[in-house]
């Protein structure tokens, strides 16, 4: 008896790290936060079907990027996850041997910790990587950043929650922050546009103007968008262009749930030249889901979406066209696409708005956001180490 129980003690301490294969363990993997996150009231399941959807093959971001998924397991219960990445368009833009990691979560154990992240790393290293960044889930157009404060809130729709444990767990496997994201977040009513903004603006009457997507002109509209954002974002760190079928796929996914004055492109001489998407905070309308939708959750989400209508929202995109941006006109155009949403965004019951994620240094941005009132609510960090 003494031996046997030996040995079911020594089963229950290896941890087995297993890479995930086929939907049944692909289901596990999207599952296992939820034994995370039990016992904490800011976290929001995201919905299975979206989650199933990211990993598909389908989704564009595999066009050019690979990736591989491990769970970890302690005797027969699941107590970790992690992915690893290799985006070759961030090869080719960043020209570095770098790859990612992400989908991390974990139990606060120091060794399941090491284990995942041994996995991840062995990985990247035979596929010729010399340095790991992240967390990206999945590439740097999409989720990104650890969070380390804020967490006494929920995350707004695409943003990451974690434990507090995260940080030093993966500073003692000699991860080090690099960058940090910021998320503001903006009382809905009352903007004003700063003086010196209003005479420019009346200088140029006749040259600028903002108006609603043109649905009818959907594709041609959705390029002119994607075409501003890799333009305005072209020298930001870590700087990755949306494909076609990326920037595509997101804007017909995106245009079933925004309100068509929540998107909004201004125009310089008839020209596009800056644009900004704001998103109804789906989180505070699926966070009692469970992640589920069926069997009738999903008329649940329909109704809280259309008809009692989220009281908060998220800037998701924005961009304003380079040639602008060093200019008096480049602060006029996002202070003007900014305040267009305010009318549509009070008239629906919109109380708070987040702006995120922006770049610790991007001061520009920041003196633009913090101008009307906006508050520093979340920090993420990106973490990055060099592989032996």
């Not at 009382?187 to 140029?204: H, N």
């Not at 644009?275 to 069926?294: H, R, S, T, Y």
């Amino acid at each position: 008896m003494l031996y046997h129980a030996a040995m079911q003690q020594a089963d229950a301490d290896h941890i087995v790290v297993e890479p995930v294969i086929g939907k049944a363990m692909l289901r596990d993997f999207i599952r296992f936060p939820q034994s995370v996150y039990r016992d904490d009231a800011q976290w929001v399941p995201p919905l299975m079907f979206e989650r199933l959807q990211a990993f598909s093959p389908a989704n564009p971001f595999f066009q050019h990027a690979q990736w591989q998924a491990w769970l970890a397991r302690r005797g027969d219960q699941l107590v970790g996850r992690i992915s690893a990445q290799i985006d070759r368009l961030f090869l080719q833009h960043q020209q570095a041997e770098t790859g990612f990691f992400g989908s991390f979560e974990a139990v606060d154990d120091p060794a399941v910790m090491s284990a995942l992240f041994g996995a991840a790393e062995g990985w990247l290293k035979s596929q010729g990587i010399r340095r790991v960044l992240g967390p990206f889930n999945l590439g740097i157009n999409q989720e990104i950043g650890l969070l380390v404060s804020g967490h006494d809130a929920p995350p707004y729709f695409m943003m990451g929650h974690a434990p507090v444990y995260y940080p030093a767990g993966l500073e003692r496997l000699g991860y080090a922050g690099v960058r940090d994201t910021l998320a503001y977040e903006v009382l809905a009513g009352g903007f004003v546009l700063p003086e010196r903004i209003q005479r420019l603006l009346r200088r140029q009457k006749d040259k600028v103007r903002v108006r609603c997507l043109d649905r009818k002109h959907q594709r041609q509209e959705l390029e002119a968008m994607r075409d501003i954002f890799n333009d305005a974002w072209s020298d930001n760190w870590g700087f990755v262009p949306f494909t076609h079928d990326e920037f595509h796929t997101m804007g017909k996914e995106l245009l079933m749930l925004v309100p068509r004055d929540y998107i909004r492109i201004a125009e310089v001489g008839g020209e596009a030249a800056a644009f900004i998407v704001m998103l109804p905070n789906i989180n505070e309308a699926i966070a009692d889901l469970g992640g589920k939708l069926l069997p009738w959750n999903w008329a649940r989400l329909i109704w809280r979406l259309k008809i009692k209508s989220p009281k908060t929202a998220r800037v998701v995109l924005m961009g304003v066209r380079k040639q602008y941006q060093h200019t008096r006109l480049g602060p006029a155009l996002a202070f003007l696409t900014i305040a267009a949403l305010e009318q549509p965004a009070r008239r629906r019951g919109i109380e708070r708005v987040e702006m995120s994620w922006i770049l610790e240094e991007n001061q520009a941005m920041r003196n633009i956001i913090e101008q009307i009132g906006g508050r520093v609510t979340k920090r993420y960090r990106m973490y990055s180490k060099d592989l032996q």
